[in-house]
């Protein structure tokens, strides 16, 4: 454990550092090129890069836009975890309070989308850049590298992010908006397209990450079959992380939300009664075990930010060193759960559920006589809560099964009541400077939730 601790911990320093200084060398070869201004790049300072010198090293163009992906997912996590029943602000922000009490606007999580389309424009700017390389100087092909296929999947994973969190957000730089549905019916064929490539670089940790991606975005997409057998395919154990590192500021769900941090966001109210001092866990609500899948840390007394709420500090990640899963084999399942309950096949739905919950330690759901529909997908909507705790996904699972409402109404919260917004809008910037997109707030999507 401490070895691939270590090694894990380096390639995050790396990934990270390259991230930031690609960051800043790609927009502005981007500016560079965009303004017309060549000389830009004809600069005394040796710290900047110039186009040569990423032509020089392009396994760090690669990692830095693993990196910049990285960065951002980041940002949504924490975000995910506000607007859902999974975290509530205990801080002093305006934004994070208007996010958690539902009242956004249409700028509110604008930096994310902004974000995750200027990373697949690096994406798409580094592929471009592997290929000319790669002829120029005679390296083979290009399309059996597993550079190749880390920046296809990244934009392939850019897309798919922007359609689950967003409403809507264009296909490409300067196009109209597409539907979350239709960005996510074109992250498909870009998950299939690195998936290609992976196999054919024998990437078979890319090759499955893409291929989890298609099984999320099939099921997005409504193609449920396909998302049923891309869920299968994927071996159990498998683990996607974004990756964090204290030298580069730490993940932000750390930061804001955990004890020896800052206490700007804890555990939504809900769930305190759940909350087991012995194991510093949140308790199953069937059987009152400890789930080891919820850590959560409180001492009695402690107080957030704001004086007032009191402080249970997500524990799931303990140091800003913290690696997030953006995907993995329990996603996996829950995809397969939801596919057998939509097919009415209550047994398999069962089985998937019970699985996940057989891991956790948990005592599996009863299954003689079987559950009715409507119960296994109460089982199913807390085994997603559980499996997926603080991983960036709670909020889009209730906006696309329409438990919003639902779910904050049962809360009886008067100071977080429903109608309430569901899903974000897309950035403003790309709304003002993308001529085919109107800025006209009427022209834009913000879905709410019914009564």
């Not at 704001?306 to 996996?332: C, H, V």
Request: aromatic share 10%; charged share 25%; proline share 5%.
């Amino acid at each position: 454990m401490t070895t691939r601790r270590t090694t894990r911990t380096e390639g995050r320093d790396a990934m990270k550092n390259i991230g930031k200084l690609l960051r800043g060398a790609l927009l502005g070869l981007f500016l560079g090129g965009a303004l017309g201004c060549g000389d830009m790049l004809e600069v005394d300072d040796p710290q900047r890069f110039t186009s040569d010198d990423l032509d020089n090293a392009l396994q760090a163009v690669a990692d830095g836009v693993l990196g910049d992906l990285h960065f951002d997912f980041d940002n949504m996590v924490m975000f995910n975890a506000l607007a859902s029943d999974e975290m509530q602000h205990s801080g002093t922000w305006a934004m994070w309070d208007d996010l958690d009490h539902g009242r956004w606007a249409y700028d509110l999580s604008s930096p994310a989308n902004s974000g995750l389309l200027r990373v697949r424009w690096f994406a798409r700017d580094a592929q471009d850049r592997i290929k000319r390389v790669y002829e120029e100087k005679s390296l083979g092909d290009p399309m059996k590298t597993k550079m190749m296929a880390q920046v296809m999947a990244v934009e392939a994973w850019s897309d798919l992010l922007n359609a689950e969190w967003f409403c809507e957000a264009p296909a490409e730089a300067n196009g109209p908006a597409l539907k979350d549905t239709d960005l996510m019916k074109v992250a498909v064929t870009e998950m299939t397209e690195a998936m290609q490539v992976a196999q054919a670089a024998g990437a078979t940790d890319l090759y499955n990450w893409a291929l989890a991606g298609r099984a999320r975005a099939n099921l997005w997409a409504g193609n449920d079959a396909a998302a049923l057998a891309d869920a299968k395919a994927v071996p159990e154990g498998f683990v996607n992380y974004a990756l964090y590192t204290i030298t580069t500021g730490g993940a932000w769900m750390v930061v804001v939300s955990t004890y020896g941090e800052n206490k700007a966001g804890t555990i939504r109210e809900k769930w305190w009664p759940l909350y087991d001092a012995a194991t510093m866990r949140l308790k199953d609500p069937y059987t009152g075990q400890p789930d080891k899948r919820m850590e959560v840390r409180y001492t009695p007394g402690d107080k957030a930010v704001d004086g007032l709420t009191a402080f249970y500090s997500q524990w799931k990640y303990k140091d800003r060193n913290a690696d997030i899963p953006m995907t993995k084999k329990g996603e996996m399942d829950l995809i397969e759960a939801e596919v057998y309950w939509r097919q009415n096949d209550l047994v398999n739905a069962m089985a998937k559920l019970n699985k996940l919950r057989t891991q956790a330690g948990l005592t599996p759901h009863a299954t003689s006589p079987m559950p009715t529909k409507d119960k296994v997908f109460e089982y199913f909507l807390h085994e997603q809560f559980a499996e997926l705790f603080l991983e960036g996904r709670r909020m889009s699972y209730l906006h696309r099964l329409g438990q919003v409402a639902p779910v904050f109404k049962a809360m009886k919260d008067p100071l977080r009541p429903v109608p309430r917004p569901t899903k974000w809008p897309i950035a403003t910037a790309e709304a003002r400077y993308n001529a085919n997109i109107g800025e006209n707030l009427s022209q834009r999507c913000l879905p709410v939730s019914g009564t």
